[in-house]
């Protein structure tokens, strides 16, 4: 009889759904996402299960939020990237005109809404919720909001405000920890007293930048984060107690730096590491994964500050030679091959050749393109000479980071993978000591007055190289228009276009027709053979270097697709699990590839459920987290724009999306606005 009850299907129905039941109580619900990342650990993992693999194509969605309000596309905080927070009673929301917005998680109507005064943008990569208050990075210190009634809390700092008076931006949530806080800003951080605000320590990061994550373990007292590279491509990198293009581990209690790992050396690239470090935790220890543009990631010991994948890192050599002076470049850099590396950053023009073969027009455009480039590996030295192309400067893993799946020991991570132009040249008289520079170029341009060259440079190429022959750079937010700066070129390698109106012509098949002969050019070339001497020799050039995205004749990333991937590894052997394309990119009316530009983020989810946005066709997906398989997908008005977030109220889980568009070009920048997507099942 009793062997009868528990092999009956129907009982054995019955009892599972009894365990079901008491999963879908409140209590064991009740971890609220109660900082941008989830929490400290930035695992963006929730142990909600009610959606799953099973039954997630049945995700409606339920309420839509505008906070009506759209920038102008000129500024350049324009979508939002702060991932709301869920307090167990609210769900608290941000918008781009500094308002910090509380909501009903049920149905979506506002509650409250404050004004956040400070000058710069408010809250951008997120807020944190700690005990009735919401805690918002600005660029004036943290304002303290009660939850309540939305208003500055006084009992905390100065009216309500926590930080110190520079006026520095802190873009990244802060954390709370029992009576202190912790105040990530761009340049340092900080650690002050609760509730009065008043300063323990400051630990300042000589030219590094915290812009992507923090995280924080509460065992160990640990601050953990990572950091950008030093100088803008050019410029000195060769500084003492450097802390650029690093995973550091801070003791909160001192403010010191327990340990460092540095993965670019010497980056004249814009390899940062980027997003929040994942801390997992087991039984027998708490490790932590910090991720970098270059696809390179570390693991590292909380307890011990030991890097336990060393075994797994390769040195690779490389060119330390700078054709630039001043500048200092490492003979070695390294790939991380376990766990699995996420980025090759070489780019491979002859797979990519190849790959548009067919398409002879394209393939003579891309080839000019790349003509005065050095390529197919990654950390080619800069040059006044040649262009170095590279992938990964937009990641690899980018400032969402990724998400670490509890239930199945894998960590998930987006990845962009399009290749990057970085041209180095030297401006004019513009930068640096004005009136010096200024005085010094208009004697010199009266005394040059007469000579035909500068004539004819009027007349047939200022129209694009620009009056002080800077030329055109345009940034990836717009797109890949490029006009070199003619200032130091007599001097240059790019000089040898001007020799005959052959070569002239060539450097110009696509971008100017106009008509130049053999003596105008001969004029042309004294004319910048005099004027640059006379920069050359009075210091007035100034060094600099922009990316700019390589594109192909349609506008189209010129690599081989997929252009955005979602990688799982295991957090047990750190090998691959899955890896599949992100979305899907159209490359005109009738083409479309797999694989997009991914600016959103990640969820996982106990219902093995990975929801994943920000590709440009404006969907968020959910796919199995333990396959890959896209099993859901949801096209909003906008690019999702911040990792999603899920949390359980009044009998529902709810999944919660920024809907603000994307800010790079490859999206369509004019598609974006200020929504907030809402999901349950129905
Ligand atoms: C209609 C716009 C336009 C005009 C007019 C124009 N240029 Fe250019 N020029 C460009 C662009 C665009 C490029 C870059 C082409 C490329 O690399 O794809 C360029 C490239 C160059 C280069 C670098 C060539 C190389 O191989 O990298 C030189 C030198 C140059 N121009 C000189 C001139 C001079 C001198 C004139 C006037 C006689 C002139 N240009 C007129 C747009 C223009």
Redesign the pocket.
């Known amino acids: 009889m009793l062997k009868n009850f528990f092999t009956n299907p129907k009982i054995i129905i019955f009892l599972i759904s009894l365990i079901f039941l008491n999963n879908l109580t409140t209590s064991s619900y009740s971890e609220n996402w109660y900082t941008s990342s989830g929490n400290y650990h930035s695992t963006k993992y929730s142990i909600i299960d009610q959606i799953n693999n099973k039954n997630v194509q049945n995700l409606k969605n339920i309420w839509t939020y505008e906070n009506g309000f759209q920038p102008s596309k000129n500024e350049f905080f324009y979508n939002n990237q702060a991932t709301p927070v869920f307090t167990g009673k609210n769900l608290i929301v941000t918008s781009l005109d500094k308002f910090l917005i509380s909501l009903d998680p049920e149905n979506g109507t506002e509650r409250w809404r404050t004004k956040i005064d400070s000058p710069g943008p408010i809250a951008r990569r997120g807020i944190t919720f700690y005990d009735e208050n919401i805690f918002v990075p600005t660029t004036d210190g943290v304002h303290v909001i009660n939850e309540k009634n939305g208003k500055h809390n006084h009992d905390f700092g100065v009216n309500g405000i926590i930080g110190v008076k520079e006026k520095i931006i802190s873009l990244v949530p802060p954390i709370i920890n029992k009576n202190k806080i912790f105040i990530i800003y761009k340049s340092f951080i900080t650690s002050h007293e609760l509730p009065s605000g008043k300063l323990i320590w400051k630990k300042k990061l000589n030219g590094a930048r915290v812009w992507s994550g923090v995280s924080f373990d509460e065992t160990e007292n640990t601050i953990i984060f990572v950091t950008s590279n030093l100088v803008d491509l050019l410029g000195d990198t060769n500084i003492e107690n450097d802390y650029s293009n690093s995973l550091v581990l801070l003791d909160a209690l001192s403010g010191k730096t327990k340990c460092k790992f540095k993965d670019t050396i010497h980056d004249h690239w814009d390899l940062d590491m980027v997003g929040n470090p994942i801390v997992k935790k087991s039984d027998n220890n708490t490790v932590v994964y910090g991720f970098s543009k270059t696809g390179n990631t570390f693991v590292v010991d909380v307890k011990t500050c030991e890097l336990l994948n060393k075994d797994s890192i390769n040195r690779l050599n490389v060119d330390s030679n700078s054709p630039i002076e001043g500048q200092t470049y490492s003979d070695y850099q390294i790939k991380v091959k376990n766990p699995f590396n996420l980025m090759e950053i070489g780019y491979g023009s002859k797979s990519y050749l190849d790959y548009i073969k067919n398409d002879k027009e394209n393939l003579e455009y891309v080839k000019?393109?790349v003509?005065?480039s050095k390529f197919g590996s990654g950390y080619i030295p800069l040059s006044f000479d040649y262009d170095v192309i590279m992938l990964g400067l937009h990641g690899g893993p980018e400032w969402p980071g990724g998400t670490y799946d509890i239930l199945n020991n894998q960590i998930i991570v987006p990845t962009n993978h399009y290749p990057w132009i970085i041209r180095s040249y030297y401006g004019c008289c513009v930068r640096d000591e004005i009136s010096r520079t200024k005085r010094k170029t208009q004697e010199f341009l009266t005394s040059l007055k007469e000579i035909k060259g500068k004539i004819?440079?009027n007349?047939?190429?200022?129209?694009?190289?620009g009056k002080n022959k800077n030329?055109?750079y345009m940034s990836e937010i717009k797109g890949d228009?490029?006009?070199?700066s003619?200032n130091g070129?007599s001097r240059l390698?790019?000089?040898?276009?001007?020799k005959d109106s052959k070569?002239?012509n060539?450097?110009?098949?696509?971008?100017?027709?106009?008509k130049?002969n053999n003596y105008?050019?001969e004029d042309?070339r004294r004319y910048?053979i005099n004027r640059d001497n006379y920069l050359y020799e009075n210091k007035l050039l100034d060094k600099r270097a922009d990316w700019q995205l390589l594109l192909d004749k349609y506008g189209n990333f010129a690599s081989v697709p997929p252009y955005g991937k979602i990688t799982s590894f295991s957090t047990i052997t750190g090998k691959k699990k899955w890896q599949i394309p992100f979305g899907v990119k159209k490359l005109s009316e009738t083409s479309r590839v797999e694989g997009d530009i991914n600016f959103g983020g990640l969820l996982s989810t106990k219902g093995n459920i990975t929801f994943a946005t920000g590709t440009s066709d404006q969907k968020i997906y959910g796919y199995d987290s333990l396959t890959g398989k896209t099993l859901w997908e949801y096209k909003m008005k906008f690019a999702g724009s911040s990792p999603p977030m899920t949390y359980y109220y009044q009998g529902n889980q709810y999944i919660i999306v920024n809907s603000s568009g994307g800010k790079y070009y490859g999206y369509n920048n004019s598609n974006y606005g200020d929504k907030i997507y809402s999901f349950i099942l129905k």
Do not use: T
């Not at 007349?459 to 190289?465: A, I, W």
């Not at 228009?481 to 070199?484: A, D, L, S």
């Not at 060539?506 to 106009?514: D, E």
């Open positions: 000019h393109r003509r005065n004819i440079y007349n047939k190429c200022k129209s694009c190289h030329g055109l228009k490029y006009i070199p003619l070129i390698n790019k000089f040898a276009s001007l070569s002239f060539y450097s110009h098949k696509y971008s100017s027709k106009i130049i105008e050019l042309l910048f």
